[in-house]
């Protein structure tokens, strides 16, 4: 086996985020993410470019966009030869996608991609019920007008309202949400940490705004130049008058629509190379995708669902052995606040990191100050497939800017799922 | 001039009666300052693709695009074509593409000057794009244009100011014209918004119509402007020249000492970086009723006091290098009108200007171009009679008449620094007229 090299992350680019039917309520997956890449092109001059990889995906998809990165590519300025594949893993779409890609950089079987994700749920596509669709399907496959009638027989009107689209768990018939609320009662997460910690995600990303941070990873899509959901003047005061969410009842419920991410469009690209290719075409290297992790749980036994990033970084620091403070900066996406409370409660928990990680003792805390210093998720939005490729983005700026370093990215998706990585410069 | 017909078919009743009596409906064309986002535009052809597109991205405009999408333009670098039969290429690229295209959208060939090509085939189907263009421009719909640019080689830097004319609206009325540009070295790029800052501009006839609207979009693009009128209209030339933080230079371009005041004018300002010459007047009579009064001053203003004031100016050295000399023909002065021999020799006289002086001052790379105005909205044309007015409007591509700032704004590309490499170009700012095209 050859050496393996280096995996540069050369540069990213992503959309501002919009709250779901405001601002890009028009526009579809296809667009969005066309936008993600080609303002990625744009900035690195690689038009005509033949790139050896695309990864891009998105999680709420219509049938029709079965091959949507491929679609998106032909419609970039990148070259035509540009083979595309089209991923989905939920939130960690995009992450994932550059994990994908990194390993073969790595390899030497390519030498450049984009990753890349995208998501809207303004666009979603609206389901029939089973029974309506089989009528469909027989009324196409009829031939004679007898048998087009009698693939109607028994209709009723009912039929026809549409199944809306749910992210709830297919498993367990709980929203994400609902999982949360259990895990923050699990492990005891006040209301007012969760709130604080949403408030500090704004406050962040509008000072990150202030300086300028997002110029040159952002390009305006539809008119909007910044993230909507954003509340700079957002305080904990405010967001404790919030009534629960989920849990609307017991009076116990602690997420709410201010610490919790909203519904979310928009799309993000991230571009990886190796460091001969970027050289060639005299492209920066920010920082270095070192290695990444993707973990699962059995949350339909009853671990929380949204726990496995605890997993997933255990694992990569055992493999790289590292420990959880040898980091800068830490990127733990905010699905919700209680998501990042509790993944940092468990690490911190002698039990947890012996009986599920499978560890020695607690992985221990980490430094506040270092963990997600440009905002994340709470603040800016969270269009599933797009976050990962936004948080590699900003983690690669951060150590560019920093000069060396290392940061630590986790992730976590429906399903029990969680992937993290280390980027290193 | 309000356009009464424009008006009434894009009301509820008249877009149905005339599209019943199958009349013409004039698109409303989208011009500088409209709110809409422009839709991306698609780039195909040769070689320079990719410059283009970079050069396309670099003018703020968005490139990708979904099968779905409207596109604002369809840009082909028809450089690479070195024999007719490789038109095909061009054609299937629009074939392809043209059902895309928006309202107001644009259809922008690049070439290579046919006179420059070494092979007779290249020579020939560079030729051949001429007239696909204007055929294009007739059918482009809902306000589309189509131009043609004609790029030396190695004139690629001084692409991006007519790529962004070209593709912007400010050139709404502005279609199938061929746009030549050359190599000429380029000053510093400006700041986008203000590529005429720290520029002075001279224009005469600034008081009213479409040497008001050249005198404040100029203004707009931050020149600072000498504006010249009549005696006569001094009160509205003065405040013009108030509104623009500019300066008014109250004369007669035909009186004896016009150019001796033009040129202190210009000396107190440093020199002139642009001087247009708009003032124009007709006295219109067929040729056979025609006054000596008639004849004298029609030439005398259109043709011979800008003709003294360059002399004037160039011997006096108050025309910077890099300067540019704008001059305003007239379809007229291309197609001859009835009534015009007077007004008609005077504009071909400024074309013969425009030819003669682009090449002759090349070497202080002054440019020489003009602008030739169609049926133009001011009150000139109010004085048409109604019936041949409202022909008049309906005459063209775009079917109908253009505003002064249309040829403001294409005088504002010519004045632009960064267009130095356009020289020797009559542009029409006609919507395809068919008079003379
Ligand atoms: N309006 C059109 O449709 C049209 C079409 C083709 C060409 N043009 C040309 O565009 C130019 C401007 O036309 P317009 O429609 O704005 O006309 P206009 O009559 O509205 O304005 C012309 C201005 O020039 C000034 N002027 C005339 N003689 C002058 C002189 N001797 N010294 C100084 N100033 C003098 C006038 O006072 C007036 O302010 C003219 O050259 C005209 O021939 C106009």
């Known amino acids: 086996m050859t050496e393996l090299r280096r995996v540069a992350i050369v540069g990213s680019m992503r959309t501002p985020f919009c709250r779901s039917n405001t601002a890009y309520k028009a526009l579809s997956n296809q667009e969005m993410l066309t936008t993600?890449?080609?303002?990625?092109?744009?900035?690195?001059?690689?038009?005509?470019?033949?790139?050896?990889?695309?990864?891009?995906?998105a999680v709420v998809t219509h049938a029709a966009d079965w091959n949507l990165a491929r679609e998106t590519v032909l419609g970039t300025t990148l070259s035509p030869n540009t083979p595309a594949t089209t991923i989905q893993q939920a939130c960690g779409t995009s992450l994932q996608g550059a994990l994908m890609a990194a390993a073969k950089i790595a390899s030497g079987e390519i030498d450049c991609a984009i990753a890349a994700g995208t998501d809207t749920t303004s666009d979603a596509s609206i389901v029939f019920s089973k029974k309506f669709s089989r009528r469909l399907i027989a009324v196409n496959a009829a031939k004679t007008f007898g048998q087009r009638l009698k693939a109607f027989r028994g209709f009723s009107l009912k039929e026809l309202a549409p199944v809306p689209p749910s992210n709830g768990e297919p498993r367990t018939g709980l929203s994400m949400?609902?999982?949360?609320?259990?895990?923050?009662?699990?492990?005891?997460?006040?209301?007012?940490?969760?709130?604080?910690?949403?408030?500090?995600?704004?406050?962040?990303?509008a000072a990150a705004y202030e300086?300028?941070?997002?110029?040159?990873?952002?390009?305006?899509?539809?008119?909007?130049?910044?993230?909507?959901?954003?509340?700079?003047?957002?305080?904990?005061?405010?967001?404790?008058?919030?009534?629960?969410?989920?849990?609307?009842?017991?009076?116990?419920g602690t997420l709410t629509a201010g610490n919790s991410t909203p519904l979310t469009d928009g799309a993000a690209a991230v571009l990886l190379a190796s460091e001969e290719w970027a050289a060639a075409r005299g492209l920066p290297v920010l920082a270095y995708l070192r290695m990444g992790r993707t973990s699962a749980l059995d949350?339909?036994?009853?671990?929380?669902?949204?726990?496995?990033?605890?997993?997933?970084?255990?694992?990569?620091?055992?493999?790289?052995?590292?420990?959880?403070?040898?980091?800068?900066?830490?990127?733990?996406?905010?699905?919700?606040?209680?998501q990042v409370l509790c993944t940092l409660k468990a690490w911190e928990d002698d039990t947890f990191c012996r009986e599920k990680l499978g560890l020695d003792g607690a992985l221990g805390a980490i430094d506040r100050s270092k963990l997600n210093v440009k905002g994340s998720s709470l603040a800016v939005g969270h269009p599933f497939a797009a976050t990962g490729a936004r948080v590699v983005g900003v983690l690669a700026k951060l150590l560019n800017e920093k000069g060396s370093g290392r940061g630590l990215v986790s992730v976590c998706t429906a399903g029990g799922m969680g992937v993290a990585a280390i980027i290193e410069k | 001039?309000?356009?009464?017909?424009m008006k009434f078919v894009h009301s509820g009743a008249g877009r149905v009666i005339a599209k019943t009596l199958g009349l013409p409906i004039p698109a409303k064309l989208r011009r500088k300052g409209a709110p809409s986002t422009?839709?991306?535009?698609?780039?195909?052809?040769?070689?320079?693709?990719?410059?283009?597109?970079?050069?396309?991205?670099?003018?703020?405009?968005?490139?990708?695009?979904?099968?779905?999408?409207?596109?604002?333009?369809?840009?082909?670098?028809?450089?690479?074509?070195?024999?007719?039969?490789?038109?095909?290429?061009?054609?299937?690229?629009?074939?392809?593409?043209?059902?895309?295209?928006?309202?107001?959208?644009?259809?922008?060939?690049?070439?290579?000057?046919?006179?420059?090509?070494?092979?007779?085939?290249?020579?020939?189907?560079?030729?051949?794009?001429?007239?696909?263009?204007?055929?294009?421009?007739?059918?482009?719909?809902?306000?589309?244009?189509?131009q043609l640019i004609e790029l030396s080689a190695g004139a690629e830097q001084n692409l991006p100011s007519t790529l962004s004319f070209c593709l912007s609206p400010v050139s709404a009325y502005v279609s199938a014209q061929t746009i030549r540009v050359n190599a000429v070295e380029l000053a510093e790029t400006a700041d986008p918004k203000a590529p005429l800052a720290g520029q002075t501009v001279l224009v005469t006839g600034a008081a009213r119509?479409?040497?008001?609207?050249?005198?404040?979009?100029?203004?707009?693009?931050?020149?600072?402007?000498?504006?010249?009128?009549?005696?006569?209209?001094?009160?509205?030339?003065?405040?013009?020249?108030?509104?623009?933080?500019?300066?008014?230079?109250?004369?007669?371009?035909?009186?004896d000492d016009a150019a001796a005041l033009i040129c202190e004018a210009a000396r107190a300002n440093g020199g002139l970086d642009c001087i247009v010459h708009n003032a124009g007047i007709t006295r219109d009579k067929s040729l056979a009723a025609m006054s000596d009064v008639q004849w004298d001053l029609t030439m005398a203003v259109n043709l011979q006091a800008p003709l003294t004031i360059n002399a004037a100016l160039l011997e006096a050295?108050?025309?910077?290098?890099?300067?540019?000399?704008?001059?305003?023909?007239?379809?007229?002065?291309?197609?001859?009108?009835?009534?015009?021999?007077?007004?008609?020799?005077?504009?071909?006289?400024?074309?013969?200007?425009?030819?003669?002086?682009?090449?002759?001052?090349?070497?202080?790379?002054?440019?020489?171009?003009?602008?030739?105005?169609?049926?133009?909205?001011?009150?000139?044309?109010?004085?048409?009679?109604?019936?041949?007015?409202?022909?008049?409007?309906?005459?063209?591509?775009?079917?109908?008449?253009?505003?002064?700032?249309?040829?403001?704004?294409?005088?504002?590309?010519?004045?632009?620094?960064?267009?130095?490499g356009v020289t020797g170009n009559v542009v029409r700012v006609c919507g395809q007229n068919l008079l003379g095209a």
């Open chain 1, 36 to 57: 993600a890449i080609q303002a990625l092109v744009n900035q690195h001059n690689l038009h005509g470019v033949k790139l050896d990889e695309v990864n891009a995906g």
């Open chain 1, 177 to 205: 949400g609902d999982h949360c609320e259990l895990m923050a009662k699990e492990w005891q997460i006040s209301r007012e940490d969760q709130d604080a910690l949403a408030a500090a995600s704004h406050q962040k990303a």
């Open chain 1, 211 to 252: 300086e300028g941070f997002f110029d040159d990873l952002m390009t305006p899509m539809a008119g909007v130049e910044r993230d909507n959901n954003m509340r700079p003047d957002s305080t904990p005061e405010a967001l404790a008058k919030l009534r629960p969410a989920y849990d609307r009842k017991s009076g116990k």
């Open chain 1, 299 to 338: 949350f339909v036994a009853g671990e929380g669902l949204l726990m496995a990033p605890t997993v997933a970084v255990a694992e990569l620091l055992q493999r790289t052995g590292l420990g959880l403070q040898d980091f800068d900066y830490y990127e733990i996406h905010e699905a919700f606040a209680a």
């Open chain 2, 1 to 5: 001039m309000k356009d009464g017909y």
């Open chain 2, 38 to 146: 422009l839709g991306p535009v698609l780039i195909g052809g040769g070689e320079l693709t990719g410059l283009l597109q970079s050069q396309v991205a670099e003018l703020g405009y968005q490139l990708g695009s979904t099968p779905k999408q409207k596109v604002h333009a369809l840009v082909f670098d028809a450089t690479s074509i070195k024999t007719p039969g490789e038109l095909a290429n061009l054609y299937r690229f629009f074939r392809q593409n043209i059902r895309r295209m928006d309202r107001c959208g644009r259809a922008l060939v690049i070439s290579r000057p046919p006179e420059d090509c070494d092979s007779p085939e290249q020579h020939i189907a560079m030729r051949a794009l001429r007239g696909f263009i204007r055929s294009l421009g007739k059918e482009m719909r809902a306000g589309g244009t189509s």
């Open chain 2, 209 to 255: 119509g479409i040497g008001r609207a050249i005198a404040e979009t100029v203004a707009s693009y931050g020149a600072m402007v000498i504006g010249v009128d009549v005696p006569p209209m001094q009160g509205e030339l003065d405040k013009v020249c108030r509104d623009i933080g500019g300066r008014a230079l109250p004369l007669d371009i035909c009186a």
């Open chain 2, 317 to 420: 050295g108050l025309i910077n290098d890099g300067g540019r000399i704008v001059g305003v023909a007239s379809i007229s002065g291309i197609a001859g009108n009835k009534g015009q021999t007077n007004y008609a020799a005077s504009k071909a006289g400024v074309i013969g200007m425009v030819e003669r002086y682009s090449s002759v001052l090349s070497a202080q790379s002054i440019s020489v171009n003009a602008v030739a105005p169609g049926f133009i909205e001011t009150e000139m044309t109010a004085k048409i009679p109604f019936g041949i007015r409202q022909a008049g409007r309906r005459m063209s591509s775009l079917q109908q008449g253009g505003l002064p700032v249309d040829v403001a704004q294409t005088v504002a590309w010519l004045a632009n620094p960064q267009s130095i």
